[in-house]
């Protein structure tokens, strides 16, 4: 009977009501686009590192990553390629020399690192290829041709066949040089794409450092939802005397940002939440107030005070059920719009770029996040009721009834 009669009191006020109901929308909703905005930032700005830079998996010489020393190279690094390749969740494997040096044109110069790169196992790895922004993927120039960042090449004031020079040290410990022409420049929401790194043909950086065909760096991308750390754990029991790290340990900053956003999603959550307390509070103590007379009718004629005191948590917990749904479908929605097309930055480019992060945001929100934003509604609507029902049961009957 209880029940009954909150449902049917919701309903007689429809404008009070709908008020309630358009707030806790409005409310999740915010949450749901707040959660996917963040999200949208931190995991695209994590997938363009991992999926353009680090890759999911990386092995080196145990010493080479100290200092970057050439000599530490990965012993019969081509057939350990080769063999993963052919592990099960395995997407892609390249190979890599890697080398610090100085790149200058006539009139810049600036420190990079040199990147020999296997083309083809590249382009499947990091999509090289598919961020050229000017000129082509090393086409078009036959002796050693360079990819270099768009930052980069501002900076070296440098175009298309444009010639840079290339200076350090080789496997002897002498300085040697090499004359390059730029055949394409990329563009990447990498800072260290765009500004920090060199791209040369494998062959041709070899044959300058005198190493023949040995490799620094072997970089693995997984298929999806595959655990790099079983393929590490599996690397390591075959070849116990190389060093693989997945991206977790190569990058752990992305850890640390992870961890500071999501303590942010909570911060922000309980600010919405907040918010939304004090509305539903204001609204529902307004409908007790108006309904001074009728609650106090109630009392008179045998209602006590629990079951008055529990009517208005009621109301206000079918409010929040019915407005929860509606909000979860239009936040849904939402996100699934923007996902697709993505929100579009743009105006603010170049101060998103400094930072690493794409100027096209894909909102994402993980599925366990509804049920997250559902209780934490519910549970608000319930705290926010408290008040109004406390009121409630204070009215006194006599003064209730004829205080109108």
Same mark, same amino acid.
């Given at each position: 009977?209880?029940?009954?009669?909150?449902?049917?009191?919701?309903?007689?006020?429809?404008?009070?009501?709908?008020?309630?109901?358009?707030?806790?929308?409005?409310?999740?909703?915010?949450?749901?686009?707040? /959660?996917?905005?963040?999200?949208?930032?931190?995991?695209?700005?994590?997938?363009?590192?991992?999926?353009?830079? +680090?890759?999911?998996?990386?092995?080196?010489?145990?010493?080479?990553? $100290?200092?970057?020393?050439?000599?530490?190279?990965?012993?019969?690094?081509?057939?350990?390629? /080769?063999?993963?390749?052919?592990?099960?969740?395995?997407?892609?494997?390249?190979?890599?020399?890697?080398?610090?040096?100085?790149?200058?044109?006539?009139?810049?110069?600036?420190?990079?690192?040199?990147?020999?790169?296997?083309?083809?196992?590249?382009?499947?790895?990091?999509?090289?290829?598919?961020?050229?922004?000017?000129?082509?993927?090393?086409?078009?120039?036959?002796?050693?041709?360079?990819?270099?960042?768009?930052?980069?090449?501002? /900076?070296?004031?440098? $175009?298309?066949?444009?010639?840079?020079?290339?200076?350090?040290?080789?496997?002897?410990?002498?300085?040697?040089?090499?004359?390059?022409?730029?055949?394409?420049?990329?563009?990447?929401?990498?800072?260290?794409?765009?500004?920090?790194?060199?791209?040369?043909?494998?062959?041709?950086?070899? $044959?300058?450092?005198?190493?023949?065909?040995?490799?620094?760096?072997?970089?693995?991308?997984?298929?999806?939802?595959?655990?790099?750390?079983?393929?590490?754990?599996?690397?390591?029991?075959?070849?116990?005397?190389?060093?693989?790290?997945?991206?977790?340990?190569?990058?752990?900053?992305?850890?640390?940002?992870?961890?500071?956003?999501?303590?942010?999603?909570?911060?922000?959550?309980?600010?919405?939440?907040?918010?939304?307390?004090?509305?539903?509070?204001?609204?529902?103590?307004?409908?007790?107030?108006?309904?001074?007379?009728?609650?106090?009718?109630?009392?008179? +004629?045998?209602?006590?005070?629990?079951?008055?005191?529990?009517?208005?948590?009621?109301?206000?917990?079918?409010?929040?059920?019915?407005?929860?749904?509606?909000?979860?479908?239009?936040?849904?929605?939402?996100?699934?719009?923007?996902?697709?097309?993505?929100?579009?930055?743009?105006?603010?480019?170049?101060?998103?770029?400094?930072?690493?992060?794409?100027? +096209?945001?894909?909102?994402?929100?993980?599925?366990?996040?509804?049920?997250?934003?559902?209780?934490?509604?519910?549970?608000?609507?319930?705290?926010?009721?408290?008040?109004?029902?406390?009121?409630?049961?204070?009215?006194?009957?006599?003064?209730?009834?004829?205080? +109108?």
């Amino acid at each position: 009977m209880l029940v009954k009669i909150a449902w049917r009191n919701i309903w007689r006020s429809r404008a009070r009501s709908l008020v309630v109901i358009g707030s806790i929308v409005v409310g999740v909703w915010a949450l749901l686009f707040s /959660n996917g905005f963040m999200n949208g930032f931190m995991v695209g700005y994590s997938a363009d590192i991992i999926q353009h830079d +680090i890759s999911n998996i990386q092995v080196h010489n145990p010493e080479f990553k $100290k200092d970057y020393d050439i000599a530490f190279t990965i012993p019969n690094g081509d057939e350990k390629a /080769n063999e993963i390749r052919q592990w099960e969740g395995v997407k892609g494997v390249s190979t890599r020399s890697i080398t610090q040096g100085m790149i200058s044109s006539p009139q810049k110069a600036a420190g990079v690192q040199i990147r020999g790169i296997d083309l083809e196992n590249e382009a499947i790895v990091t999509q090289l290829d598919s961020m050229i922004n000017e000129g082509t993927y090393f086409e078009g120039i036959k002796r050693n041709p360079i990819v270099i960042g768009s930052k980069l090449a501002r /900076n070296l004031k440098v $175009k298309i066949r444009s010639k840079v020079v290339l200076t350090f040290n080789d496997a002897n410990g002498d300085i040697t040089a090499g004359a390059f022409r730029v055949v394409g420049i990329v563009k990447s929401s990498s800072i260290s794409i765009n500004e920090m790194y060199a791209f040369v043909r494998q062959e041709d950086l070899n $044959k300058l450092l005198a190493i023949g065909s040995e490799i620094h760096e072997i970089a693995i991308v997984t298929q999806e939802q595959v655990d790099e750390a079983l393929l590490v754990n599996k690397y390591t029991e075959i070849y116990p005397n190389d060093k693989a790290e997945s991206w977790k340990e190569l990058a752990p900053e992305l850890m640390f940002m992870q961890e500071m956003y999501g303590s942010m999603l909570y911060v922000l959550m309980a600010i919405i939440l907040t918010a939304l307390v004090f509305g539903i509070i204001n609204t529902m103590l307004m409908a007790v107030l108006e309904r001074k007379k009728e609650l106090g009718v109630l009392m008179a +004629i045998g209602m006590n005070q629990k079951k008055v005191y529990l009517m208005i948590l009621v109301e206000t917990l079918f409010l929040a059920l019915v407005a929860s749904p509606i909000g979860l479908l239009v936040g849904y929605l939402t996100i699934l719009y923007y996902r697709y097309v993505g929100v579009d930055l743009s105006n603010y480019s170049e101060g998103l770029e400094a930072f690493g992060y794409s100027s +096209i945001l894909y909102p994402y929100v993980d599925g366990s996040v509804y049920i997250i934003v559902t209780i934490g509604v519910v549970f608000t609507a319930f705290i926010a009721a408290l008040y109004p029902a406390w009121k409630a049961v204070k009215l006194k009957p006599v003064d209730a009834i004829h205080s +109108i």
